[in-house]
Structure formats: C-alpha cells, structure tokens
C-alpha cells in the first residue's frame, strides 16, 4: 500500500573519515565511541509552489515537439514518485544538460509533459499534462497528480521536446477507512557518496515495497576525499572549508548523488517519504545555529547561516518528490507531515533540525556529559508547534500501528571512557542531549493511547533496536513502545568489536536489544494488523556495487504488546 495524508495540499578544517565517523556510534566496556556523522497535516510553509492541475479523466500526451537543447542525456537524474495519497502521488523528474561538452539547456521554461498509466506500457493511460521546467528552480518539476484510483500500483513517464524518461512505478494509498492487510517497505539514511558503494539502494529496488521512507542525510556536504576514484564529491565554492554554502554548490551536489544508478532504481521501484536531517545543510546544526566547534572562516551567524540554509532547503525541494510549497530563497520550509494507510498505520515524518534548540554545551563533536542533557530543561529537538502536532495526531489516530520517523536515536545512549570509572557521556545531539523533551514526548506518546507506538531513526550509522521508556533509568518501568534505528546506506561508523559493545549496553543501556555497527544496509519492514517485522538487511561489502545483500536478524513486534522479539 501507500501512504495518505490528512492535509498536504497543502585544508586546517578538513576532518578524516574516521573523525568525522567518530560521534555517532558508541565504544563499549571501557572506551567511548559516540560517533560524529551521521548521518499533516503536512502543509506548505505558506504561498511559494503552486500546485499543478489537476487531471480529469484519461488524456494523451500532445504531439512531440522539438526543442533546442533538449536531447538525449536530458533525464539523466532519473525520475521518482513520493507522499502518496489515497487519490494522487507525487511525480518528480529534473532536467540536467549532458553532463560534459553539451548544449546547455534553453535558459527559459521549457514544457515538459508527464502521464500515468495502470500499465507498464502505457497502453491504459488515465491521467497526463503539461508542466513548466522552470530555470529558477533548477528545471526541476513536481506534478501533483490527482484523481487516482486508492490502493493501487501505476506507471509514469515524462516527455521533454522529443526525449522520453524512464519509466517509474508507484503506488497510491488506500483509502481512509480501508481494512489493510499489509504494508512493506523499507527504512533508509544516511549515504555519503565518497565513502562507498549503494548495494542497499539495488536490493530495495528488487524487494517489490509499497514505499521507502528516508530519514535524512541524502547528500553530505564535504570536500572532495574519497578512495574511490569514481566517488569524489564534487568540488564547491569555496574549498577547505568543508561544507557547502551556495545554491550551485547543493544542487552539484545533488546532481551527483541523484546520479548513482542503483539510487534511480530504488526511486522507479516504489514512491518516497523524505525528511532532511543535518547533512543536507551541514553537519549538526541546530536552527539557525551552525556546526558545534566551528571557527574562522567556518563560523557564521545566525544571518550569514540563514542564507546557507535558504541555499540547502531549495536544492533539498528542488531534488525531492514532496508536497510541500516553498518559496525560492526562503531558509524555512515546513517539511513535517503526516500519512495514513488506511486502518493499518499511520507515519508521523517529523523534522528534528529546523525548530531545535542548541545542543547543550556545544562541545565539539557534541560528546559531553550526560548531565548537559538531563538538565536542559528549556531544550527542543522538534519545537513547540510540531510537538502539539504530533501529539494531536496521536490522539486522533485510529490505525493499528502509529509511527513516529525522526532522525537521531530516542532511546538513551550513554556510555564511559573506562568500565566503571568515570562520569557518563553521551552524543549530545542525539535525543540524550534533550532529555526533558524526549521525556515530555514519551509521556505524551504513553498517555495518548495511541495503539502499538513505533519509532523510526537513522542518523548514528549502524542498526539498533531498543525498548523505549519515559524513563530510561528505571528498566523496571513499563516499555511503551519500540524504537528501530536502521544501519547507513553507505556512511561510515568507527567501530570495535560488537562483544565491546554489547557490554556497554548491558551496563549501561539494558534497554538496547540488538546492534549492529560493522555492515551498510536497510531495514526491511513487513506490517499487519497482528505483527509488525522488521528485517535488518546487510550488504556484504560496499566496496562493488553489485555486493549482495541479507538479513541479519528479524525482530517481530506483535500487537497490543510493547517491546519487540526476535523472530
């Protein structure tokens, strides 16, 4: 099935890859690992896109037409399809000039026609227009599509001049009061480009899923610094500072990762449910606040990084298959919305980097005493408006399985530089660095009696599944819920051995129930109204493309009983 929504029409600074993987993952029994990189109501931040028209009844595309500077090579960031609803879906396509010696693009709009078909050849079309590719926004285009069939699989194309995309397969939701009997799809995050391989994005493009929902970090914003010859990023602007800045730097960018042929068969397979986290902007912002630790020609304030966020938050819209309006230039964009699937489940995507308050003490590579924590009492990781958002939805829901998709962990991780000894650190800018809010959200979530509460997360690179409690210092309190974390599609994480790590957890994080910090993957998830399963899936290598893939564990959740077991 897919997903509906209840609204949405509505040089010195230059890090290595193993410190920039040194904040997000955890050394166990007697070292400390918190690893570093990491990785609606829905509706629109206000005027911005308009909304395409919406077809009626079955149409044909009009006759080709010639146009200058169009020629082949001009689809060749693929085409994608996301936020699906019970009557329409989102259709996405870029056009990009050959990526070397070509004619570049018409500097004006150029008329790009889309269709919709039941069929893969497009022999029962029901739906098919026109859409302006527009230079202010990177001729990139986004069709509303309306007036489709609930629950059920189509195909779509799109025609620029005489040049025919590829074909791209999707799925609108079922309806709001349909009895579902199933959902699949898969959990994704976290893919620097430089670092490796995507054999993730190929096995999720065979595993036949209704959607994939991607928590965040879809481009990362470094220097070029990769062993893979064929994977360095593209250079920026201003090099040596490590990050990106201008609105041609964040759409290179995208242009590159959006070229990788194993990401454009994951998007053909089956629509996205996106949300940003930080390195879509830059790594570990918070608000209008950039990167703990910054310095020089690195630090900006609050307005110099409003700019750069304006910069980020357009390249992110202009390459993602979502219904939101924007306006060109803005730094704010409302991208937390909601998606139902019929009486089956419900997914909350939420947007824990545009409201957040700082993290506590600001310490470089965020790793600080988990008192900073415990103690920031003012701290938000969502803000107040999207907090009351979600616990609104919460209360109303009336699916099976309601899911809440953020981006760093939920649940508690805390661990010390020596077994026993020591005060308790943490990654402050994972939900530990604001623990009044995650205790607030947790309580919320328990007393809205919304039925069998699931969390989503990405960001930490490597897999986890933990039990969650509105206080996790007291593991004889009830499990509310469970939380899944899915391992980086491709980014890295420093790691020990898993036995180190497993001891950690038992002293300090008894809450933990699996993890997995030494392999790429997804997680795989199959959802019925008796058990959620969750699979987490394992590249052997991201060293080839082609590497292959399996599961390492599956670990079952079965209604009405909090805490998950492995299956």
């Known amino acids: 099935m897919a997903g509906g929504s209840d609204g949405t029409d509505a040089g010195p600074h230059r890090r290595s890859l193993a410190g920039v993987a040194s904040r997000r993952g955890f050394l166990a029994g007697g070292a400390l690992l918190l690893a570093a990189v990491g990785c609606s109501d829905g509706g629109p931040s206000g005027g911005g896109t308009p909304a395409p028209p919406r077809p009626t009844g079955r149409a044909t595309l009009r006759p080709a037409t010639p146009i200058p500077g169009v020629g082949d090579g001009v689809f060749s960031l693929g085409v994608a399809s996301g936020d699906p609803l019970p009557d329409g879906v989102i259709l996405w396509t870029r056009l990009v000039a050959p990526p070397s010696g070509g004619t570049p693009l018409p500097s004006g709009d150029i008329p790009v026609d889309w269709q919709v078909a039941t069929d893969e050849k497009f022999a029962d079309v029901v739906a098919a227009g026109t859409q302006a590719a527009t230079p202010g926004l990177a001729h990139s285009v986004h069709v509303d599509v309306?007036?489709?069939?609930?629950?059920?699989?189509?195909?779509?194309?799109?025609?620029?001049?005489?040049?025919?995309?590829?074909?791209?397969?999707?799925?609108?939701?079922?309806?709001?009061?349909?009895?579902?009997?199933?959902?699949?799809?898969?959990?994704?995050?976290?893919?620097?480009?430089?670092?490796?391989?995507?054999p993730a994005y190929n096995a999720i493009a065979t595993d036949n899923l209704d959607l994939v929902v991607h928590v965040g970090d879809y481009?990362?914003?470094?220097?070029?610094?990769?062993?893979?010859?064929?994977?360095?990023?593209?250079?920026?602007?201003?090099?040596?500072?490590?990050?990106?800045?201008?609105?041609?730097?964040?759409?290179?960018?995208?242009?590159?990762?959006k070229s990788d042929p194993a990401l454009q068969a994951a998007h053909t397979a089956a629509p996205w449910v996106v949300v940003w986290d930080d390195h879509e902007t830059e790594n570990g912002y918070a608000g209008l606040t950039d990167e703990s630790g910054d310095t020089g020609d690195k630090h900006q304030d609050p307005a110099a990084f409003a700019r750069q966020r304006?910069?980020?938050?357009?390249?992110?819209?202009?390459?993602?298959?979502?219904?939101?309006?924007?306006?060109?230039?803005?730094?704010?964009?409302?991208?937390?919305?909601?998606?139902?699937?019929?009486?089956?489940?419900?997914?909350?995507?939420?947007?824990?980097?545009?409201?957040?308050?700082?993290?506590?003490?600001?310490?470089?590579?965020?790793?600080?005493?988990?008192?900073?924590?415990?103690?920031?009492?003012?701290?938000?990781?969502?803000?107040?408006?999207?907090?009351?958002?979600?616990?609104?939805?919460?209360?109303?829901?009336?699916?099976?399985?309601?899911?809440?998709?953020?981006?760093?962990?939920?649940?508690?991780?805390?661990?010390?530089?020596?077994?026993?000894?020591?005060?308790?650190?943490?990654?402050?800018?994972?939900?530990?660095?604001?623990?009044?809010?995650?205790?607030?959200l947790l309580s919320a979530v328990r007393d809205s009696r919304a039925r069998n509460p699931v969390v989503l997360s990405g960001d930490i690179h490597s897999a986890w599944v933990n039990d969650l409690r509105v206080d996790f210092n007291r593991p004889e309190t009830p499990v509310i819920g469970t939380e899944f974390v899915c391992t980086s599609i491709s980014s890295g994480f420093l790691m020990v051995s898993d036995d180190l790590v497993r001891m950690n957890n038992r002293l300090l994080n008894p809450h933990v129930r699996y993890f997995r910090g030494d392999r790429r993957g997804y997680t795989r998830v199959h959802v019925t109204p008796g058990e959620w399963r969750a699979e987490m899936r394992v590249a052997e290598t991201i060293e080839r493309r082609d590497a292959p893939v399996t599961t390492d564990a599956t670990w079952v959740v079965e209604d009405g009983r909090p805490g998950a077991q492995l299956a």
């Open 146 to 198: 309306r007036g489709l069939q609930p629950g059920r699989a189509y195909f779509y194309r799109f025609r620029a001049g005489t040049v025919l995309s590829p074909v791209g397969r999707t799925r609108t939701a079922p309806a709001a009061s349909a009895a579902v009997s199933s959902l699949s799809f898969a959990l994704a995050s976290c893919q620097d480009f430089q670092n490796g391989y995507w």
């Open 219 to 257: 481009i990362y914003e470094y220097d070029p610094n990769s062993r893979f010859p064929d994977r360095r990023h593209t250079a920026p602007a201003t090099p040596g500072l490590n990050q990106l800045r201008t609105l041609d730097d964040y759409r290179n960018r995208y242009t590159q990762y």
């Open 310 to 440: 304006a910069a980020a938050y357009q390249a992110y819209y202009e390459h993602m298959p979502i219904r939101v309006g924007y306006v060109p230039g803005s730094p704010d964009l409302r991208i937390y919305r909601r998606f139902t699937f019929g009486d089956l489940l419900t997914l909350n995507m939420m947007d824990t980097r545009q409201y957040r308050t700082p993290q506590p003490g600001r310490a470089s590579q965020d790793i600080g005493d988990a008192s900073l924590g415990e103690n920031n009492t003012a701290g938000t990781m969502s803000g107040a408006e999207q907090e009351a958002w979600l616990i609104d939805g919460l209360r109303a829901s009336s699916t099976r399985w309601n899911v809440i998709a953020q981006q760093t962990m939920m649940a508690q991780l805390h661990a010390r530089i020596a077994a026993g000894l020591g005060d308790v650190l943490t990654n402050l800018d994972q939900n530990d660095g604001y623990v009044p809010y995650r205790t607030r």
